[in-house]
């Protein structure tokens, strides 16, 4: 399917529009001038119980060896160091986690062993974070809409639920970006998050507080939503672990927005993690029932796995090139499996892939099963009020007068121009089914993809505006309804983290939380932020 004629002067147009767009905002919106030079990264942990994957936390804390407050109180003293400069939680429950912690060192020693709270409370202790979308009692829930700043949950997201129910603590909650959907946390309530490892830097989006706390050593384990990308993209720029799981394993109850229509197929609540091993302990917690689906008993033997490896898009005009060194680390990671496990990659090239992005926005905008059309993103901005007029916001923001993003008012813009033809959008909805087909087809019962999870590291702040659709990469796997983990591999000359996606078919999770945990070992997982 060759791009038409204007198809490509639009790529053109946006390309120049976000560039004004970009240039405006360093107009609008100038630093502020400082006296002191600002650091570059935050300082890495200085004591070792920041270091435990929740796993090995969990453990420790059954058989007594540390008392939880003595946890939660590294933890509290950590957010207190680095969130001034990362500003990832947005509002704690510092004193509601410390009595927490009380009640479980008063447990464990009333409890009668450790294998009895293994199995009942698997995450006992465990401090975590959660993304300021989920719900989670007496926490703002605004998703960064300056219309909902007042509103406050009264009860927990189903998938907090069961956090807390597994013994976890929450510490408190983390920014996203407006509404959830975009790939910068930056918003009017709120402001702007920060990458840890360079703080000039993003932290992705639309969880890009978890991906940031998390880098930080300021939580453990992290609850995070994804519907193109947002637990992956935050997990690549920040250098942890994200999983985005088969569709519908995960329950989305007790988020805002919730998906509406065809989007309950696309949206996917998942785990995000510092340590690989911690993704498949979340997951069963987070999934509930749904995990049965899955098979995670199953023994995986990567010596069977049928690798493929895939370097881009295949040069989509609306996105950037990849990276040449995270295209470097990807060929590493190819060179070690065929070298050490003696496995052969092969080289595939997935012609459709290179129309993600206009896959990804016309399967969003399509009717579902039984013609209920997706909620409007305009309707969104209203929350639940007139819907927003994409131009006339601009107009506002021009002026200062906006309380939107710009990202958000352009995303308007962008749904109504995709309502303009909807005979394109048909095609494009086939082709998505296609692809779907395609891709589960190549990957059968044992099969990874190994793929880029964004084309460019860590970009400065405001950037994305230039390079908006770049988030291609990893949408593209919501609307194929794939499960996907995102796994770090060290850092880039620049200091930034690298990582890649490795997808499989649906319900193999197994597998590519299996490869994850691999991978760690061979290329060192997640790396100590601010290490000189």
Known sequence: MALSRAERCLARLLRLLSRACLALLGLVSPAPPRAVPPPRAVPPPRRALLLLPARRLAARLRRREVSCIEVVEAYVERIKEVNPLINAVVKDRFEEALQEARQVDKLLLESPGDDYLEEKFPLLGVPITVKEAFSLHGMPNTSGLVNRRNVIATSDAAVVSRLKQAGAIPLGVTNCSELCMWYESSNRVYGRTNNPYDLQ????????????????????????????????????????????????????????????GVRTSFLCTGPMCRYAEDLELMLRVMAGPGVNRLKLNE?????????????????????????????????????????????????????????????WSAMMSSKDSNG??????????????????????????????????????????????????????????????????????????????????????????????????NFAYTAIFNVLGLPVTQCPLGLSSEGLPLGIQLVAASYNDHLTLAVAQYLEKAFGGWVLPGKV
């Open 201 to 260: 830097r993003i932290a992705g989006g639309s969880s890009g507080g978890e991906g940031s706390v998390l880098a930080a050593a300021c939580s453990v384990i992290g609850v995070g939503s994804d519907i193109g990308g947002s637990i992956r993209m935050p997990a690549f720029f920040n250098g942890v672990f994200g999983h985005k799981p088969s569709t519908g394993v995960v329950p989305n109850d007790g988020q805002f927005p919730n998906a509406q």
């Open 372 to 469: 209920q059309e997706a909620q409007m993103f305009t309707e969104l901005l209203g929350d639940h009020g007139k819907p927003v007029w994409p131009l006339w916001e601009l107009v506002k923001w021009l002026l200062g007068l906006s309380s939107h993003t710009l990202p958000a008012i352009a995303l308007g813009l962008t749904e109504k121009l995709m309502k303009l033809n909807p005979g394109g959008n048909a095609k494009l909805v086939s082709m998505g089914k296609s692809l779907q087909e395609e891709v589960e087809a190549l990957l059968g019962p044992d099969g990874v993809l190994l793929y880029p999870s964004h084309p460019t590291v860590a970009p400065r702040h405001n950037c994305p505006i230039c390079m908006p659709f």
């Open 299 to 359: 023994k995986v033997s990567l010596q069977k796995i049928k690798f493929h490896c895939m370097d881009h898009d295949g040069g989509s005009i609306f996105v950037s090139p990849v990276d040449k060194e995270i295209l470097q680390a990807q060929k590493k990671v190819v060179e070690h499996l065929e070298g050490k496990l003696g496995v052969q990659v092969r080289r595939v090239a997935i012609h459709k892939m290179k129309y993600s992005f206009q896959i």
